[in-house]
């Protein structure tokens, strides 16, 4: 890893200058970089970064200042790590992807685990029949991230979306909302409050609903059908009542 920042630094140093077809090193373009993804811990005191190990993928952590790894995932088989976020200055969570081949795209496993930054001490959650996707870490609280459930249903070609709050020490759920229209995606307040569903019913059919503070029950607020536009939210105001979208 030291090396890797060396270079960093090597290649700053050095100017640009233009090369020849001829004198591109193409070979380079097929070596694996030495980290995939590199994120900071909230308190800055740690890197985490995904890097390529022989076959797989590992997530390590380490110290910021002197660079000493802490903590590891990295698995034997054909599991390896193929995300990340940081929860809290202590614990990460991560999912992991089934190798397919050198050629094949990894497939998605819908876990979501969590470790803290010694590698110890982990939870998990979902998997098997559902796929969960982190959707917040919840800037407010370190103990419980915001997680979507992606789930199989007979009644709809989208199946189903359901909101939960989960304990990242022990991955103990709490159901906070159903999405009332199919293949959706939340956003949520910073207290993990659901407040918009965005998804769709068909070609076309994209919908928008919305559900206040003191509301039970979602309102679909635009629908593409109707209007001929489309609407895209991208996140709520720090206000949690707004939110901002691409409409289009």
């Not at 559902?130 to 199946?159: C, F, I």
């Not at 609903?209 to 709520?236: A, L, Q, V």
Request: glycine letters at 10%; proline letters at 4%; one cysteine or more.
């Amino acid at each position: 890893m030291s090396r890797w920042i060396a270079l960093c630094a090597a290649l700053a140093a050095v100017p640009a200058t233009a090369k020849s077809p001829a004198d591109i090193p193409i070979g380079d373009f097929w070596k694996q970089s030495e980290f995939v993804n590199i994120q900071i811990s909230p308190d800055g005191k740690h890197f985490g970064a995904i890097v390529p190990d022989e076959e797989t993928r590992a997530l390590v952590i380490f110290q910021r200042g002197d660079r000493k790894v802490t903590g590891v995932a990295r698995f034997t088989d054909s599991r390896q790590v193929a995300s990340f976020q940081w929860i809290s200055p202590e614990r990460v969570a991560f999912t992991m992807s089934e190798r397919q081949g050198r050629l094949v795209a990894p497939q998605g496993r819908g876990e979501l685990l969590f470790m803290d930054i010694n590698g110890k001490d982990r939870a998990g959650y979902g998997g098997g029949a559902r796929g969960a996707v982190l959707t917040s870490t919840l800037r407010d609280s370190d103990d419980y991230v915001v997680v979507t459930d992606y789930v199989r249903s007979q009644r709809s070609e989208g199946g189903e979306q359901i909101l939960y709050k989960v304990n990242a020490k022990t991955a103990r759920s709490q159901r906070l909302a159903f999405s009332p229209v199919p293949s959706s995606s939340f956003l949520v307040t910073r207290d993990g409050e659901a407040r918009v569903a965005a998804g769709s019913k068909g070609w076309q059919q994209g919908e928008v609903w919305y559900r206040g503070d003191k509301d039970k029950e979602w309102r679909k607020i635009f629908s593409e059908k109707d209007s001929g536009r489309s609407m895209n939210p991208w996140f709520m105001d720090t206000d949690g009542v707004h939110f901002f979208a691409q409409v289009s």
